[in-house]
Nanobody, 123 residues
Framework: QVQVVESGGDLVRPGDSLRLSCTCTRN????????????MGWYRQAPGKQRELVAT???????TYADSVKGRFTISRDNGKNTLYLQMNSLEPEDTAVYYC???????????WGQGTQVTVSS
């Protein structure tokens, strides 16, 4: 069974930065992301709001961003560490949400989800 685990969420002040990390494991062994997933990314969900796609990273390095985070957030993947990152700079209170990592498999188009990590931006 695949487990997707996010980390890095925290309580920060407006203007601060955070980096979220996401790894995938099967039976406790870290999965080779580039060999397993066609696309990975981050969604977020704020209280009372619908889940929003924040950023995506496809094999080949193609990235996309929500307009609300362009120029502030950067998604990347370290293939050596088999880890997906979301670097978030110039954080705003509107970025407060639970951030979820997802991974869409190459075979079968299954999508695996993490449990989420809380990001709170408040003065």
């Amino acid at each position: 069974q695949v487990q997707v685990v996010e980390s890095g969420g925290d309580l920060v002040r407006p203007g601060d930065s955070l980096r979220l990390s996401c790894t995938c494991t099967r039976n406790g062994v870290r999965i080779n992301l580039i060999a397993t997933y066609r696309q990975m990314g981050w969604y977020r969900q704020a209280p009372g709001k619908q889940r929003e796609l924040v950023a995506t990273f496809a094999n080949g390095g193609v990235t996309t961003y929500a307009d609300s985070v362009k120029g502030r957030f950067t998604i990347s993947r370290d293939n050596g560490k088999n880890t997906l990152y979301l670097q978030m700079n110039s954080l705003e209170p509107e970025d407060t949400a639970v951030y979820y990592c997802y991974a869409e498999s190459l075979v079968g188009h299954n999508t695996h989800w993490g449990q989420g990590t809380q990001v709170t931006v408040s003065s």
